[in-house]
């Protein structure tokens, strides 16, 4: 059990029988009112948010999550399916898949992360190398501070990258971003 101010962003709490990630936190004291803790939550399970007040000294259940180094394999919809060392399959729904739909490709090595035995999200590592599959040609005389065009990766995912990178470069997207890191 911990109280709700040493609760953190990241941390997974139980909450009216779910399970909860810690998406923002606010520490706040007031007067003479008791010190408040005001916490932005999104349900593992459902994937809806909520945003709620405890007070400070609330006790709540912290929850650690098991995860499992995995390789995606297949979409069977509205499923997509993960593979690990030992040939076990788990499926991940596709709403519970989040941003990791933007990176997605054969083979892709990821964290599934389970709560009860039941595969309920994917972690992606922080970069991922993907290859420029369409983007504009570079505009001579455009170079005035960062300057940056769209291109498209092979999931149709558009980042924001400089004016010198060309279709078929390899370049290193940021996963929690979503932003150009650089060409590889």
Same mark, same amino acid.
Do not use: H
């Given at each position: 059990?911990?109280?709700?101010? =040493?609760?953190?962003?990241?941390?997974?709490?139980m909450?009216?029988?779910?399970?909860?990630?810690?998406?923002?936190? =606010? !520490?706040a +004291?007031?007067? +003479?009112?008791?010190?408040?803790?005001?916490?932005?939550?999104?349900?593992?399970?459902?994937?809806?948010?909520?945003?709620?007040?405890?007070? *400070? @000294?609330?006790?709540?259940?912290?929850?650690?999550?098991d995860?499992?180094?995995? &390789?995606?394999?297949? /979409?069977? %919809?509205?499923?997509?399916?993960?593979?690990?060392? $030992? !040939?076990?399959?788990?499926?991940?729904?596709?709403?519970?898949?989040? %941003?990791?739909?933007?990176?997605? $490709? %054969?083979?892709?090595? *990821?964290?599934?992360? /389970?709560?009860?035995?039941?595969?309920?999200?994917? =972690?992606?590592? &922080?970069?991922? =190398?993907? $290859?420029?599959?369409? &983007?504009?040609?570079?505009?001579?005389? @455009?170079?005035?501070?960062?300057?940056?065009?769209?291109?498209?990766?092979?999931?149709? /995912?558009?980042?924001?990258?400089?004016? /010198?990178?060309?279709?078929?470069?390899?370049? $290193?997207? %940021?996963? +929690? &971003?979503?932003? !150009?890191?650089?060409?590889?």
């Amino acid at each position: 059990m911990k109280i709700a101010q =040493e609760i953190r962003a990241g941390n997974v709490i139980m909450q009216n029988g779910a399970p909860w990630v810690v998406l923002k936190t =606010e !520490y706040a +004291r007031g007067g +003479r009112n008791a010190a408040t803790v005001r916490m932005k939550l999104k349900s593992l399970l459902s994937n809806q948010g909520t945003e709620i007040v405890f007070k *400070a @000294d609330d006790k709540m259940d912290q929850i650690v999550l098991d995860k499992k180094e995995c &390789t995606y394999s297949y /979409f069977a %919809d509205p499923m997509y399916v993960w593979m690990d060392t $030992e !040939y076990n399959q788990y499926e991940v729904e596709a709403e519970n898949m989040g %941003d990791a739909l933007n990176y997605l $490709e %054969d083979g892709m090595s *990821a964290e599934v992360v /389970f709560y009860d035995g039941k595969a309920i999200s994917v =972690e992606l590592p &922080t970069s991922v =190398e993907r $290859e420029v599959t369409w &983007t504009e040609p570079a505009v001579k005389g @455009d170079t005035s501070g960062k300057v940056l065009k769209p291109a498209k990766i092979a999931t149709g /995912f558009e980042v924001g990258v400089p004016i /010198f990178v060309a279709q078929g470069d390899r370049i $290193e997207i %940021d996963t +929690r &971003t979503g932003e !150009y890191r650089r060409r590889v």
